[in-house]
């Protein structure tokens, strides 16, 4: 007779004999991640119900996950579950399917479409601009949606998001919400049963795709333009020549449009709130500013000059990092930190365990830009920081959200100062992404002194 292999599995929360640690992490997840790596180290499990997961918390260990053994895992099952909603894209898909797709849309973010992204970037910076007076009371977090919808919407779709924008406002609302329940194990039966939010779920769905497919649709009679439809309507595959099928086109339009939307709304909502709390490091950057750009909107151009904005933007996501923790599941009996984790199990890295690790990040919940300074982000070891990820599934996106929360930051920063609303104290959520729970609500001030 075989016997069936025993694993030992790492240290970890004992949790009730049933739902294992289930109220803790639906309590308040960003805590539970950080109570169990400071508990039990760098490598550690913990159970969900029936599923023991394993939260790996040294760089040395995501970098094996995510690029020496990425063969041996695929996404995880939270993500899997996401297929029939969001379809099979980049984000969701895997194997030999997500290779392909891969090499059909890594070529749209290069850099001579970025030039034609970074105009609309501009353009939609100026337009939210129109709209901003001394003395108002903004959410920054809703403004910076509105900034990043309208230019995903038209460096993607060609669209302009206001025709659409009640669709497509209601169907990210729907999923954002259905997507949570599914993370915290609420939400019941899978998505082929009619259920009431199932059904909510597909009627929202339905009325983007519908969008989508009226878009692939005239496209397809002039696939001449310069937005990222048009541009992966004409891409072919280097090994058969061929391209992508409506399906699949409607598939990574959905995929890019979600995931290029609300990460950089976060990742710019989050750099306000810091500036705003810091007056020495918002110093600094617009002494930058006025220095590279000397009173002119900023371009693509000048992006490479904008060190210290650059150095801003990453030690925001380095302390509020948009997605704050990324999950595989192995297929294979795969080692990790002395373990053997059997198949089928989700391993979790966590951004916001990593990123406030003070064995690599000295005082690590201060905010300090300079660590991002050429000499000192040498000392940073590769994969304690990983904002965008790592290895081959690394974000296709990272230069278009990097480029646009540079342009951003660059146009509105020299132009207004923002009050923070201390009767709304900011403070993240845990939700698809990390958000500000009840926005970054303030004052604009427009500054006296701006430059001609
Ligand atoms: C500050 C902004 C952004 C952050 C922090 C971010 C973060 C990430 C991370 C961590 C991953 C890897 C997920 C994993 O390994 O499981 C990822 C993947 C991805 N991102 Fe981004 N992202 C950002 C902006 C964007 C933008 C602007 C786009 C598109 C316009 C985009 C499109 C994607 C796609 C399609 C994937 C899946 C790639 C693949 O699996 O091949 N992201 N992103």
């Given at each position: 007779?075989?016997?069936?292999?025993?694993?030992?599995?790492?240290?970890?929360?004992?949790?009730?004999?049933?739902?294992?640690?289930?109220?803790?992490?639906?309590?308040?997840?960003?805590?539970?991640?950080?109570?169990?790596?400071?508990?039990?180290?760098?490598?550690?499990?913990?159970?969900?119900?029936?599923?023991?997961?394993?939260?790996?918390?040294?760089?040395?260990?995501?970098?094996?996950?995510?690029?020496?053994?990425?063969?041996?895992?695929?996404?995880?099952?939270?993500?899997?579950?996401?297929?029939?909603?969001?379809?099979?894209?980049?984000?969701?898909?895997?194997?030999?399917?997500?290779?392909?797709?891969?090499?059909?849309?890594?070529?749209?973010?290069?850099?001579?479409?970025?030039?034609?992204?970074?105009?609309?970037?501009?353009?939609?910076?100026?337009?939210?601009?129109?709209?901003?007076?001394?003395?108002?009371?903004?959410?920054?977090?809703?403004?910076?949606?509105?900034?990043?919808?309208?230019?995903?919407?038209?460096?993607?779709?060609?669209?302009?998001?206001?025709?659409?924008?009640?669709?497509?406002?209601?169907?990210?609302?729907?999923?954002?919400?259905?997507?949570?329940?599914r993370l915290i194990g609420s939400a019941s039966l899978p998505y082929i049963f009619p259920t009431?939010?199932?059904?909510?779920?597909?009627?929202?769905?339905?009325?983007?795709?519908?969008?989508?497919?009226?878009?692939?649709?005239?496209?397809?009679?002039?696939?001449?333009?310069?937005?990222?439809?048009?541009?992966?309507?004409?891409?072919?595959?280097?090994?058969?020549?061929?391209?992508?099928?409506d399906r699949q086109l409607r598939d990574e339009a959905l995929t890019v449009f979600l995931a290029?939307?609300?990460?950089?709304?976060?990742?710019?909502?989050?750099?306000?709130?810091?500036?705003?709390?810091?007056?020495?490091?918002?110093?600094?950057?617009?002494?930058?500013?006025?220095?590279?750009?000397?009173?002119?909107?900023?371009?693509?151009?000048?992006?490479?000059?904008?060190?210290?904005?650059?150095?801003?933007?990453?030690?925001?996501?380095?302390?509020?990092?948009?997605?704050?923790a990324l999950g595989r599941e192995t297929v294979e009996t795969v080692e990790l930190g002395g373990?053997?984790?059997?198949?089928?199990?989700?391993?979790?890295?966590?951004?916001?365990?990593?990123?406030?690790?003070?064995?690599?990040?000295?005082?690590?919940?201060?905010?300090?830009?300079?660590?991002?300074?050429?000499?000192?982000?040498?000392?940073?070891?590769?994969?304690?920081?990983?904002?965008?990820?790592?290895?081959?599934?690394?974000?296709?996106?990272?230069?278009?959200?990097?480029?646009?929360?540079?342009?951003?930051?660059?146009?509105?920063?020299?132009?207004?100062?923002?009050?923070?609303?201390?009767?709304?104290?900011?403070?993240?959520?845990?939700?698809?992404?990390?958000?500000?729970?009840?926005?970054?609500?303030?004052?604009?001030?427009?500054?006296?002194?701006?430059?001609?």
């Open positions: 007779m075989v016997k069936a292999r025993v694993y030992k599995s790492p240290p970890g929360p004992k949790g009730h004999w049933l739902l294992g640690s289930l109220p803790e992490f639906r309590k308040d997840m960003l805590a539970f991640f950080r109570k169990v790596a400071a508990d039990f180290g760098d490598i550690a499990s913990y159970r969900l119900g029936p599923r023991r997961l394993i939260l790996i918390s040294d760089p040395a260990l995501v970098e094996k996950m995510l690029v020496t053994d990425h063969k041996k895992y695929i996404k995880p099952y939270v993500q899997r579950l996401l297929r029939p909603i969001v379809g099979n894209g980049l984000f969701t898909s895997d194997g030999e399917f997500w290779s392909r797709q891969r090499r059909l849309v890594q070529p749209s973010f290069n850099r001579q479409h970025m030039e034609s992204y970074a105009g609309i970037m501009a353009l939609h910076t100026q337009r939210l601009l129109e709209g901003w007076r001394d003395g108002e009371e903004k959410d920054l977090h809703a403004e910076m949606m509105r900034l990043t919808l309208g230019t995903v919407s038209e460096a993607m779709l060609n669209v302009d998001a206001g025709s659409y924008s009640k669709q497509v406002a209601r169907f990210i609302d729907v999923f954002v919400d259905y997507f949570e329940r009431p939010e199932n059904l909510k779920m597909r009627r929202a769905v339905r009325g983007l795709e519908f969008i989508l497919d009226e878009m692939i649709s005239s496209r397809r009679k002039d696939p001449i333009g310069t937005d990222l439809l048009s541009v992966l309507m004409r891409a072919r595959d280097e090994s058969d020549s061929t391209g992508m099928t290029g939307h609300e990460t950089t709304t976060n990742a710019l909502s989050w750099t306000w709130y810091l500036l705003a709390s810091h007056p020495d490091v918002e110093e600094k950057l617009l002494s930058e500013l006025r220095e590279v750009l000397n009173g002119r909107s900023p371009t693509l151009a000048d992006i490479p000059m904008l060190k210290y904005t650059e150095q801003v933007l990453l030690e925001s996501m380095r302390l509020f990092p948009p997605i704050y373990y053997e984790i059997p198949p089928q199990t989700t391993v979790i890295a966590s951004q916001w365990v990593m990123h406030y690790d003070s064995r690599y990040f000295d005082d690590p919940t201060r905010f300090n830009p300079d660590r991002f300074s050429r000499q000192s982000a040498k000392e940073i070891p590769k994969y304690a920081y990983f904002p965008f990820g790592g290895g081959p599934r690394y974000c296709v996106g990272k230069t278009f959200g990097m480029v646009e929360a540079a342009l951003a930051v660059a146009t509105l920063a020299p132009l207004y100062r923002f009050e923070l609303n201390k009767d709304k104290p900011v403070y993240p959520r845990a939700s698809v992404m990390l958000r500000p729970a009840t926005g970054v609500h303030c004052t604009l001030r427009a500054r006296k002194t701006r430059v001609p």
